[in-house]
């Protein structure tokens, strides 16, 4: 399943298996775009497919998205505690200190799930 | 030529927003359809300016978080459409970037206001990130439309800001300017 990413919100492709967000994020409604977004996520998180790879490359997003992610990673975290297998790559460019920030502070409250940072070159 | 006083007044305005360096200026009713609609020349004049795109972003950040705390908070609307007026403006200053905002105060909501921002003003970068992370985890505060991070990720991505209340016809004015360097 694929959201297309629009001016505002990121582009999210979302397998039975993997997650993927890309661009930026500052949707004119936070809630009217992550609903749909995080619905779709637990039906993936619902299979039993088997480990669940999440790849997260923002590299803007605001502070009412702020709320987004964290929702979604106590969603992953939820997820992870009942026993599936997932593994988070939050992925930012080199010198970008606010998005390698923002990854960090994820980070700490993520545990069930493995979490990685990953540099990116600049494209 | 003429030296009518109407064409006067306009070349006023454009000398003083030449002279004060300012790329962009808004002012008026604020909807997040516009702000959708300004937001590609805000970052065009932006990345004009041999700006690196990390200070570009930056000031791109704090303009966003403005423009929608004039949004959610304006106490002055439109009577027709009940949308939130206010002025925002991105300007060269300093070897960088002032950002501005200005928009009617709700009378009740001042003194939190105020309250919120002097306790803003005295944190370092390590603190800011660590309230931001707070405040994440345990909600906005009470009265907050917004998730309630928006003036403490404004002010971890200023070098520094300085805000004001100043009485107008329309009520106590709400006075926001960020640099980014």
């Keep these: ?123 | 030529m003429t030296d009518n006083i109407a064409s006067q007044d306009t070349v006023e305005l454009h000398s003083f927003m030449q002279e004060r360096k300012t790329l962009f200026c808004y002012s008026g009713p604020l909807t997040e359809d516009l702000l959708t609609t300004i937001s590609n020349p805000v970052r065009h004049q932006l990345s004009d300016k041999e700006t690196e795109e990390i200070v570009a972003k930056r000031v791109f950040g704090v303009f966003i978080e403005q423009a929608q705390n004039i949004i959610r908070y304006s106490h002055h609307k439109t009577k027709a459409t009940g949308d939130s007026i206010g002025t925002i403006a991105i300007s060269i200053a300093e070897d960088g970037f002032l950002i501005e905002a200005v928009n009617v105060v709700d009378p009740s909501k001042k003194d939190i206001l105020e309250a919120t921002l002097v306790d803003l003003s005295v944190k370092d970068q390590k603190e800011l990130r660590d309230l931001y992370k707070k405040r994440l985890r345990e909600g906005p505060p009470e009265d907050s439309r917004g998730a309630g991070l928006g003036f403490i990720e404004m002010a971890r991505r200023v070098k520094k800001f300085e805000f004001d209340f100043v009485e107008s016809d329309d009520g106590a004015l709400f006075v926001y300017r960020g640099w980014v360097k």
Excluded: H
């Design chain 1, 1 to 123: 399943m694929i959201f297309e990413a629009g001016q505002r919100t990121p582009q999210v492709e979302l397998t039975p298996t993997s997650c993927l967000i890309r661009g930026e994020c500052y949707p004119e409604n936070i809630s009217e775009w992550s609903d749909p977004i995080l619905k779709a996520l637990e039906e993936c998180l619902g299979n039993d497919e088997g480990g669940f790879v999440v790849d997260i490359e923002l590299y803007y997003f605001n502070s009412s998205s702020a709320k987004f992610l964290f929702d979604f990673f106590e969603f992953l975290e939820e997820s992870a505690e009942g026993g599936k297998s997932i593994t988070v790559n939050w992925r930012y460019r080199a010198e970008d200190d606010t998005m390698q920030e923002a990854g960090e502070d994820f980070e700490e409250d993520v545990s069930a799930c493995s979490y990685n940072m990953v540099m990116v070159e600049q494209a």
